[in-house]
């Protein structure tokens, strides 16, 4: 499929004469928030996804509630989207193989596949020449049985649906080993051995067509129980060593993968004088998400392009200029656990602090771990945001960072 070239407010790209429109699979807060980029650009949008009240269903053009393998729902976005985009990295890679065949979809059904299979990741990072931390394959009892001591204490996470911390058990001897294997019902899994850690942090690249490559700078991530909880994005926020080698291996990646999309990789820091880290480069990547990501949401407020933004100008072949980050930023998620018995958590106080941008995603059920929305604060100083932001968390009873 060649490159788009669907300009915004043109009509007439098919036979029917309709505005220019884009679709997207899925209807989760990224389609969300990708439908506002679009249609703030003029285009009109449709979404695919079966949820009949999905937070992107429920702000586009057109929602087709059906399955994302549904042979008339894939021909209905057919019939019109100019080109597509998907916002999960779940979304059946055969469905984007599907679409690929008469609209320009972007990111590929392939780099997707391979996002979705740790396996398969691990395999295109080795072969993209970006560090990883030790690991080995476990598909059977023979694997199982083989696995080098040096791997112990690790990390044994399934190969396909893990996400947010989800299938995934730390283990610290062979008996613990096999034990976890078990739990996970003995899916195929890959065992990474457990680095010392001093940060984490993740870069968000957009690719377009034609190879153009352009970058945000790598954000400093907090996660807890698996689920990211705080972003703060500034200069100064990482070791500068590493800030250029971390965008560089993200380019790499994106490059190797022929990627058209917004990508973003997650990378670990690795603690400084450890051994580990001598041997590794100090970094090495965690994961690919073939989409925007949760730790780039503050680009909605701090630059003069959003992730979305950019989104919405890959898929429809639009130029790309290096964004632009203007403001120190701090970004916190924002859990259905905020919502206690039903109350509503303290906006009032919270938006009377100074840079603060509140986004709901508009999910009609707050449960808790569930994302229902992130709070931004921006500022002229990293202090300034980081303490705003440490007094938003205090009234909305989230931990301190």
Not at 135 to 142: K, L
Not at 189 to 204: F, G, H, K, R, T
Not at 342 to 353: H, R
Not at 382 to 389: C, K, R, S, W
Request: glycine share 8%; with cysteine.
């Amino acid at each position: 499929m060649s490159q788009p070239h669907c300009l915004p407010g043109s009509t007439g790209w098919s036979d029917s004469g309709q505005p220019a429109t884009l679709g997207v699979m899925g209807g989760g807060q990224l389609g969300r928030m990708f439908v506002h980029a679009a249609q703030s650009m003029g285009y009109f949008t449709v979404v695919l996804d079966p949820d009949t009240s999905s937070p992107a269903g429920l702000v586009s053009h057109q929602h087709i509630q059906r399955d994302y393998l549904d042979t008339q729902g894939l021909a209905q976005l057919v019939q019109h989207c100019a080109a597509v985009t998907t916002e999960f990295e779940n979304v059946p890679a055969a469905a984007l193989a599907t679409l690929a065949a008469t609209r320009p979809t972007a990111p590929n059904a392939e780099a997707v596949a391979i996002a979705q299979d740790r396996i398969q990741e691990k395999t295109h990072l080795a072969r993209s020449g970006v560090p990883v931390a030790p690991y080995a394959v476990i598909e059977n009892a023979a694997d199982l049985a083989t696995v080098a001591d040096t791997l112990l204490p690790g990390i044994l996470k399934t190969a396909r649906l893990g996400y947010d911390g989800k299938g995934q058990l730390r283990v610290s001897s062979r008996a613990e080993l096999a034990s976890a294997w078990d739990a996970l019902k003995q899916v195929p899994c890959v065992l990474e051995q457990m680095l010392p850690l001093a940060d984490e942090c993740s870069v968000i690249v957009a690719r377009g067509w034609d190879g153009t490559c352009v970058h945000f700078a790598p954000q400093r991530n907090l996660h807890r129980q698996g689920i990211l909880a705080v972003t703060q994005a500034y200069e100064g926020n990482l070791p500068s060593t590493l800030v250029d080698k971390a965008v560089e291996a993200t380019k790499k990646i994106a490059d190797e993968l022929n990627y058209v999309g917004v990508l973003c990789v997650e990378f670990f820091v690795l603690a400084e004088g450890s051994p580990e880290s001598a041997a590794l480069g100090g970094l090495v990547v965690n994961e690919m998400a073939p989409r925007p990501h949760n730790s780039g949401h503050y680009t909605l407020d701090a630059c003069d392009q959003s992730q979305f933004d950019l989104q919405v100008r890959t898929l429809a072949g639009l130029p790309l200029v290096q964004p632009r980050h203007h403001s120190a930023a701090v970004m916190l998620n924002l859990l259905g656990d905020l919502w206690v018995n039903g109350t509503i958590p303290p906006w009032d106080a919270v938006l009377a602090l100074p840079g603060v941008h509140l986004h709901l995603y508009g999910k009609l059920q707050a449960k808790p771990g569930r994302k229902m929305g992130h709070l931004t604060v921006t500022a002229a100083t990293a202090a300034e945001a980081n303490a705003v932001a440490l007094e938003a968390a205090r009234l909305l009873g989230i931990d301190a960072f």
